[in-house]
């Protein structure tokens, strides 16, 4: 990819590797945090950071771990709203287990994520981000919390355009063999589907890394974003081809046509509030892919960088925390 980008351009090349060398070398990592467990459910967990007020359950997607949420001092949502009067509790899908690996994304819903909010006993507020917005919103649907925010959430695949949605079928006809045999989808075959999607950034973000000097703030941040970007447990093969042949070559949400116990999963008709917070910058989650529901806020940042970038603070984090107010 990176010689169809920079063309053979050889000193291109060099910066290109001198970027990826820099970021293997690099000594940087995430500070710690440890919350307590505040539910159970097979191999998911739901994570209390603390902070007192009403309950906000954060959803991340199934594609990287969760640590976008909270990724480092000033530049985690958590954070955020522990500070102003709320309980962010994050969901950890964890690794499938034997059980877990076939299990659709309808059951991730029903047998993982409705039994971890409903054993926290009261309501609570639902924010889910990307992949997790989706889930969030399925539910919602089926059991309404206080109310339901969606970041960057995709849910009309069509918005992804034939030729996205081709490379994903051809993705998926890829790595299916590997997923079938083994029972799950690692991240990492995975990433070429995102890397396509922006070739140009994806290469271009190396060459810059190679430039900055690694003490500085802007490189320590990037390795925090890099290491997300290229973490978290497989996908059980259940969830994964419910992905690609359900979401994005049927587009089951966008048609309407996605149900779950007899139920139709549809944002719309939610009994909550319903915020909808939107990239118009966003490669991962076009504009065009989200959820015609409820309010809506554009944001003028990438899917990342909506999220942890310099002003996610007021982008995102502020806006979204005093809509929680109400």
């Known amino acids: 990819m990176a010689l169809r980008v920079t063309g053979g351009d050889r000193e291109r090349m060099a910066a290109v590797l001198a970027g990826v060398r820099a970021y293997q070398e690099s000594k940087h990592k995430r500070p710690a945090s440890k ?37 480092a001092p000033g530049a985690s949502l958590v954070e955020h709203l522990a500070a102003n009067g709320f309980n962010p509790l994050v969901v950890d899908w964890g690794t499938p287990g034997p059980s877990e690996k076939p299990m659709s994304l309808d059951t991730l819903v029903t047998k993982r994520l409705l039994p971890l909010i409903a ?28 109310s339901l925010a969606l970041i960057a959430t ?8 034939a030729d996205r949605r081709a490379g994903m079928a051809k993705l998926w006809a890829e790595i299916a063999p590997t997923a079938h045999a083994t029972g799950v989808v690692p991240v990492d075959l995975l990433q070429p589907g995102f890397w396509d999607l922006d ?15 690694p003490a500085a703030r802007e490189a320590r ?10 973490s978290g447990p497989p996908i059980g093969v259940g969830a994964a081809q419910h992905i690609f042949e359900r979401l994005y070559a049927a587009d089951e949400p966008g048609h ?17 509030p319903v915020l909808n917070i939107v990239s118009t910058t966003d490669r991962i989650v076009p504009a065009e892919a989200a959820p ?10 990438g899917h990342v960088g909506m999220m942890v970038g310099s002003r996610a603070r007021e982008l995102l984090y502020a806006p979204l925390t005093e809509w929680l107010e109400g």
């Open 199 to 213: 070739p140009e950034r994806s290469v271009a973000k190396f060459e810059r890394f190679a430039a900055l000097v």
């Open 221 to 230: 941040h990037y390795v925090l974003v890099e290491d997300w970007v290229n």
């Open 119 to 146: 054993k926290l006993g009261e309501p609570a507020h639902l924010v889910g981000y990307c992949l997790g917005g989706t889930l969030a919103a399925a539910a919602a649907q089926l059991a309404p919390p206080l």
């Open 35 to 71: 919350p307590s467990v505040a539910a159970r459910a097979g191999a998911s967990r739901l994570l209390d950071h603390g902070g007192h007020g009403p309950p906000v359950v954060l959803v991340p997607s199934l594609i990287n771990a969760a640590d976008v949420l909270d990724l």
């Open 154 to 161: 995709p849910w009309v695949f069509a918005g992804y355009g």
């Open 292 to 301: 015609i529901a409820g309010m809506r806020i554009d944001v003028a940042a």
């Open 256 to 272: 309407g046509t996605w149900t779950i116990d007899g139920q139709t999963i549809a944002p719309a008709t939610l009994a909550c």
